[in-house]
């Protein structure tokens, strides 16, 4: 299928573009059979890369913490009220109540106010799987990123990735009859992935590096990514973001 070839080019051409290293100790490894992974890509590339536990198990508030100011410098209290909405969830299977697993985030329990429809490179959970990466739903965003070809040049800039984002809502509402998720949830997880994967020099987001975040969930250090010095404004790309929707 064409989608597919189109993608599996795009790893093939990742496996060469290999100029920095990465950070010692925080090598790039993918999970093992027993680790746990997430449906969120910044979570599983963290993991990944072990700036938190690569098993995916037992992450505490305090592990979050650690793990998005040193991979990515956001300020590490940014995500509390994410964990507690987590932890309150009463959907964590490590039989304390302080901790969850990766792979919790996706039960049942979960659904729709952590967990929601319309993602970039997961499928509905009415589908079956909204865990794992799913490669079809990932080809059309890709498509619409223009991951593949260089005809935009290098960069995803913010225009194309929030139509890109309400073309997969689009999709997705077409889909899925139950279809509930707020705009504010998707805009939320692009402003996410564009600020995490942000060169500020070019105000764009290198589409090498959005392939490795979603693809691989690596964090580019090979591809010249580097943990910037100054600290993130997620709410500045959020705004950003809405402002370049189309209506
Ligand atoms: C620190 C940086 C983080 C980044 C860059 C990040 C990025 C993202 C992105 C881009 C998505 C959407 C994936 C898609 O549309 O296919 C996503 C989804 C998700 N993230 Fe994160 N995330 C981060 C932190 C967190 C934290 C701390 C939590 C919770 C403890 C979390 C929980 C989730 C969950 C549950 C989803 C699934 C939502 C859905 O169904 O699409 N993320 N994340
Ligand atoms: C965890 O929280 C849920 C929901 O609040 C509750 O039902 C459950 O009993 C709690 N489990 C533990 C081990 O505290
Ligand atoms: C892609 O296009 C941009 C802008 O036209 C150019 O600067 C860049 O060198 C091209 N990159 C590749 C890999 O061909
Ligand atoms: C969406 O987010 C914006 C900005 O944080 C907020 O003002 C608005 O009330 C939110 N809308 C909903 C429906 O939660």
Request: proline share 6%.
């Amino acid at each position: 299928m064409k989608l597919f070839s189109i993608v599996k080019l795009g790893l093939m051409a990742l496996g060469t573009a290999s100029c920095f290293p990465e950070p010692a100790g925080h090598e790039w490894h993918v999970a093992g059979p027993d680790d746990k992974r997430s449906p969120c890509p910044g979570l599983n590339a963290m993991a990944n890369h072990g700036y938190l536990p690569r098993s995916g198990k037992f992450i505490d508030k305090l592990a979050i913490r650690s793990g998005v100011s040193n991979a990515y410098n956001y300020p590490a209290t940014l995500f509390d009220g994410v964990v507690d909405q987590v932890l309150a969830a009463g959907i964590s299977t490590t039989g304390d109540n302080s901790t969850f697993n990766l792979d919790d985030l996706a039960s049942p329990g979960a659904y729709p106010e952590i967990q929601f429809d319309g993602s970039l490179s997961r499928n509905d959970k009415v589908f079956g799987d909204a865990l794992n990466f799913d490669l079809n739903i990932w080809g059309h965003t890709a498509e619409r990123l223009d991951l593949y070809t260089n005809s935009t040049g290098d960069y995803v800039t913010i225009e194309v990735a929030a139509a890109a984002r309400a073309a997969r809502v689009q999709d997705a509402m077409s889909a899925n009859p139950g279809f509930t998720a707020g705009p504010n949830f998707s805009l939320g997880t692009t402003a996410l992935y564009l600020t995490t994967m942000w060169d500020t020099a070019a105000d764009a987001a290198p589409k090498s590096w959005v392939r490795a975040f979603f693809e691989n969930e690596r964090i580019p250090f090979t591809e010249g990514y580097f943990v910037p010095e100054t600290q993130k404004d997620l709410g500045a790309m959020f705004a950003r973001v809405v402002a370049a929707s189309p209506a």
